[in-house]
C-alpha cells in the first residue's frame, strides 16, 4: 500500500470535485437554503398544522349539577381545562335527553347496528364529531357509586380522526370534572389524582364494520402513490434527457422531422408510463404482501395495526389516482431533466423537487384534514384527500369538491407540460455545455461580461434570499411593545431584509442600475391615474381578502398576535405617521425589490406576463402566512402590469402606497367609531371592511375596466416588453396609450 500514491489520488479526486459548481451547491450551499425554505413553506401552511376544534353534539345537558359545571354555554366550564383547550372544543346543547329515542332503532333484528347508523348519520348532518348523551339526572349522592347505570353516554367513531380526538378531549375534560365532583361530595382534595368521580361515563365506538380498516390504508396509500409516482417518472426523465445528452443521441432526434412538441409529448408519455407502472407494481406487492400477512389474523402486532389487508375498491381508486399524479410528477420531472446537463447534475434536483412537494403530502396525514373549498384548490393535497374520501366511502363529503380537483389538477398537469415543451424549444437549455468552476475566474469573467439587467437565475436567487433573510429575523426581533418600537422595527427589516439585498444585487449584477430598477419619473397624470386604479379595485380587493379568510381562517394564535399589533398601532402619535410606516416605506422597498430587480430579472423570458406571474410568486412567497400571500400575489399581479406597461416603478409605488393606506384608513376610522361613513364604508360579512355597495360597484367596473385596458396589449405582445435603453426598446411605455397599441394605425411597440 503506497500511501503517497493514495494521496495523490485523494487530492486529484477532491480537485475534480470542487470544479464542478453543482457538487458545490449541493454539498455547501444546499444545507443552508434547503431547511430554511422548508421552514417558510411550513409557516404559510401553518394553519393545516395547527390543532383544529372539534365539535360536541349534548343531549340532556339540563340533566348536569349547576355545581361543579361541567358546560358553560357553547364552552367547557372554566377550571376543567385551560383556555386555550377550552376554544378546542365547541358544545352544541338545547335538545332533551328525550331526543335520544329518535335515533333508536325500530329493527329488532339488527338493533344495535341500526342504532349506530341513525346516530352516525344525525352526527354527520349536523356536522359534529361527538354525541354526549347525560340520560337523566347526575345524582351526586353516596350511594350512586352502588349504581350501575350509566350518567354519560359518550358516541365517537374511531375511523374519523377528528371524533377520535374528540373523544379523547372530552375524555380528559370529564376526568378533570369528575376529580371536582369527588372534590365537592367526597371530601378528596381537588388536586388528588387517585380520584374517581362518583358519574359513571360509558364511552361507545359507532365504528361500523370494516371502516376502520378502510380508514387505515386511506390515510397510508394516497401518500404512498404520491411518493411512487414522483419517484418512479424521475430516474426515467433523467435518463431520457440528461442521459441522451451524455450518450450524443439528442441531436440525432432533434434532427428528426419530428417537432420539439411532438418530442417533448413522446417521452412525457414514456415517462408516465414508468410512474405508473412503478406505482401499481408497488401497490400490486403491499397488497400481496398484506393479504398473506393480514389475511388469516397472524402476526398480531401488523394487525392490530392494519385492520387486514386493503380493500379491493380501495386498489381501483388508487390505480385510477395515478393517472393525474404520474401526469404531474412526470411533467415536472422532465423539465428538470432537460435543464440538466448530465444525469449527475440531473440527480441533484430530486431533492429541491420533494421538498417542494413533501409539505403539499404531509397535509392530508395530518388528523382533522378533510377535503373542502380550501384544501381542494391546493395541488397534490386536493388528490389526496378526495382518494382518502373513496376509499373510505365517504361520498357524501367529497362529492361536492371533486370538480375543484379536478379542475386544480388539469390546470397544473397542463402547465407542467407547457413547462416540458418550453423546455424543448430552447436550445440554450437543450445544448448547455459542461462547466468547471473555478472561483477567480468565474469571478473575473462574471463582472467582465454582465449584462445590462439582471437574468432569471438572479431574479429567483433574490427573492430566496429575501424569504431566508426574513425566516431568519424572526428568531432573533423580539414583538415590539410600543408604537416607537414597532415603528423603528418596521422600517429596519424592510430596509435589511428586503430593500438592501436588491439594491446591492442591483449594483453587483447590473451594468445599469436605475433601468434595473426602473428608476425614471412619470408625467403627473400616470402618477394620478396609479393612485385611482388604486382606489377604483381597493372593493374587489376587499372581496377577494373575505373570501381567502374564509377558505383560510386565521388561527386563535394569529388573530391575539393581530389584536396585539392593533392595539400597538392605536398607539400611533398621528395618522400620517401611521400610514408613513405601514403604507408607504413598505411599498418603496418591496416595489424596488420585486417590480424593480425581480420583475427586471424576468423580463428577459419570452412573454411579459410570465414574469408578471414569477415576480408575483416571490412577492406573495416573502409574506408570513398563507392568507397573506395569496392576497399579495392577486396585488403583485395589478401591480405588475402597471410596471410593465409604465415602465417606471413610481406608478408601482402610488398604488402600493394608496392600497394600504385605504386598508388603514378604513380600519383606523372605525376603532375610533367615525360617523357619518356609511355612504363609504359598510362592514362585511366575514369582520372585514370595504366601500358601500353601489360606490363600490361603481369603482369595481371602472378599475377592472383600466386594468383590462392596460392587459391587452401586455397580452397581445409576442415577445416580450424591451427595457428601456435596450436596443429596440422605447424611452416610456404609456399605459394610458393602450387603446393606440389595441387599435394601431401603423406598426408599433407596445
Known amino acids: 500500500m503506497n500511501w503517497s500514491n493514495i494521496r495523490l489520488i485523494f487530492a486529484r479526486e477532491l480537485v475534480d470535485q470542487m470544479r464542478d459548481r453543482r457538487t458545490l451547491f449541493t454539498v455547501f450551499v444546499m444545507p443552508l437554503l434547503l431547511y430554511p425554505i422548508l421552514g417558510a413553506l411550513t409557516m404559510q401552511l401553518g ?56 335515533y333508536q332503532t325500530t329493527d329488532s333484528s339488527d338493533g344495535e347496528g341500526t342504532t349506530s347508523a341513525n346516530l352516525l348519520a344525525a352526527m354527520r348532518e349536523r356536522g359534529t364529531d361527538l354525541l354526549v348523551v347525560i ?73 361500523p364494520a370494516g371502516s376502520m380498516q378502510a380508514a387505515t390504508w386511506a390515510r397510508i396509500l394516497p401518500l404512498l402513490i404520491m411518493i411512487w409516482c414522483l419517484t418512479g417518472a424521475f430516474y426515467p426523465a433523467i435518463d431520457l434527457c440528461a442521459g441522451e445528452k451524455e450518450r450524443g443521441t439528442l441531436e440525432t432526434l432533434l434532427s428528426s422531422p419530428s417537432s420539439r412538441s411532438d418530442i417533448a409529448l413522446g417521452k412525457l408519455g414514456a415517462v408516465m408510463v ?41 386498489i381501483g381508486w388508487v390505480v385510477l389516482a395515478t393517472i393525474p399524479a404520474s401526469a404531474l410528477f412526470g411533467a415536472l420531472s422532465l423539465a428538470a431533466a432537460a435543464f440538466a446537463r448530465s444525469s449527475k447534475e440531473g440527480q441533484y434536483y430530486l431533492v429541491p423537487l420533494i421538498m417542494v412537494t413533501l409539505p403539499l403530502m404531509i397535509i392530508p396525514m395530518l388528523p382533522a384534514s378533510r377535503l373542502d373549498l380550501g384544501t381542494s384548490l391546493i395541488p397534490v393535497t386536493g388528490i389526496m384527500l378526495a382518494l382518502r374520501g373513496m376509499i373510505e366511502g365517504e361520498w357524501s363529503q367529497i362529492a361536492a369538491w371533486l370538480g375543484p380537483v379536478v379542475i386544480v389538477t388539469i390546470a397544473c398537469c397542463a402547465a407542467a407540460i407547457r413547462w416540458v415543451v418550453y423546455q424543448f424549444n430552447r436550445e440554450e437549455i437543450l445544448f ?21 439587467g439582471p437574468a432569471p437565475g438572479h431574479a429567483i ?168 400571500s395569496l392576497i399579495a400575489f392577486v396585488v403583485g399581479l395589478i401591480v405588475g402590469v402597471i410596471a410593465i406597461r409604465s415602465g417606471s416603478i413610481v406608478a408601482c409605488i402610488v398604488f402600493h402606497a394608496v392600497h394600504n393606506a385605504v386598508a388603514v384608513l378604513l380600519s383606523r376610522w372605525d376603532r375610533c367609531g367615525v360617523d357619518g361613513l356609511d355612504w363609504l364604508v359598510k362592514q362585511s360579512a366575514d369582520g372585514g371592511h370595504e366601500l358601500a355597495s353601489l360606490p363600490a360597484t361603481l369603482a369595481t367596473v371602472a378599475g377592472m375596466a ?45
Open 47 to 102: 394553519q393545516f398544522f395547527r390543532e383544529q376544534p372539534t365539535a360536541v353534539w349534548i343531549l340532556g345537558a339540563e340533566n348536569l349539577p349547576a355545581d361543579p359545571g361541567l358546560v358553560d354555554g357553547i364552552r367547557i366550564a372554566r377550571g376543567l381545562v385551560g383556555d386555550s383547550g377550552r376554544s378546542l372544543i365547541r358544545l352544541e346543547s338545547g335538545e332533551p335527553a328525550t331526543a335520544f329515542q329518535r
Open 706 to 750: 383600466m386594468l383590462v385596458w392596460m392587459l391587452r396589449p401586455t397580452l397581445a405582445k409576442p415577445g416580450r416588453v424591451p427595457a428601456t435603453g435596450e436596443p429596440g426598446g422605447r424611452s416610456s411605455i404609456s399605459w394610458l396609450d393602450g387603446l393606440r397599441c389595441v387599435f394601431p394605425r401603423r406598426q408599433r411597440v407596445c
Open 461 to 628: 436567487v433574490c427573492g430566496l434570499l429575501i424569504l431566508l433573510l426574513r425566516f431568519f429575523s424572526i428568531g432573533f426581533v423580539r414583538p415590539p411593545v410600543d408604537w416607537n418600537g414597532f415603528a423603528l422595527q418596521t422600517v429596519i427589516l424592510l430596509l435589511a431584509t428586503v430593500c438592501v439585498p436588491a439594491l446591492l444585487m442591483t449594483v453587483v449584477l447590473s451594468r445599469q442600475p436605475l433601468t434595473t430598477l426602473l428608476l425614471k419619473g412619470l408625467p403627473v397624470r400616470h402618477v394620478v391615474a396609479a393612485g385611482v386604479l388604486a382606489l377604483c379595485l381597493h372593493p374587489a380587493l376587499a372581496w377577494f381578502s373575505g373570501v381567502v379568510m374564509r377558505l383560510y381562517p386565521h388561527s386563535e394564535s394569529v388573530n391575539e398576535l393581530a389584536s396585539g399589533l392593533t392595539a400597538i398601532m392605536d398607539g400611533a402619535p398621528s395618522l400620517v405617521m401611521l400610514i408613513l410606516v405601514l403604507a408607504v416605506v413598505p411599498a418603496i422597498f418591496e416595489e424596488l425589490a420585486y417590480r424593480g430587480f425581480v420583475l427586471s430579472g424576468f423580463r428577459s423570458m419570452a412573454r411579459p406576463m410570465v414574469a408578471v406571474v414569477l415576480s408575483s410568486v416571490l412577492f406573495a412567497a416573502a409574506h408570513g402566512v398563507i392568507q397573506q
Open 432 to 452: 448547455r455545455p459542461s462547466e468547471r468552476f473555478a472561483l477567480g475566474q468565474w469571478i473575473a469573467e462574471y463582472f467582465r461580461s454582465r449584462d445590462t
Open 274 to 314: 414508468f410512474s405508473s407502472a412503478t406505482a401499481v407494481l408497488n401497490l400490486t406487492s403491499l397488497g400481496l404482501t398484506a393479504l398473506l400477512l393480514l389475511g388469516g389474523g397472524g402476526f398480531s402486532p401488523v394487525a392490530g395495526l392494519l385492520q387486514g389487508p386493503p380493500p379491493l375498491s380501495a
Open 135 to 207: 340520560p337523566h339526572p347526575v345524582r351526586l349522592e353516596r350511594e350512586i357509586l352502588l349504581d350501575d347505570r350509566p350518567d354519560m353516554l359518550v358516541f365517537h367513531d374511531s375511523a374519523d380522526d377528528k371524533s377520535r380526538i374528540a373523544a379523547q378531549r372530552w375524555q380528559f375534560v370529564t376526568a378533570a370534572w369528575q376529580q371536582q365532583l369527588m372534590a365537592r361530595f367526597l371530601g378528596f382534595e381537588s388536586g388528588d389524582s387517585s380520584a374517581h368521580g362518583p358519574a359513571m361515563v360509558s364511552a361507545v365506538d359507532l365504528t
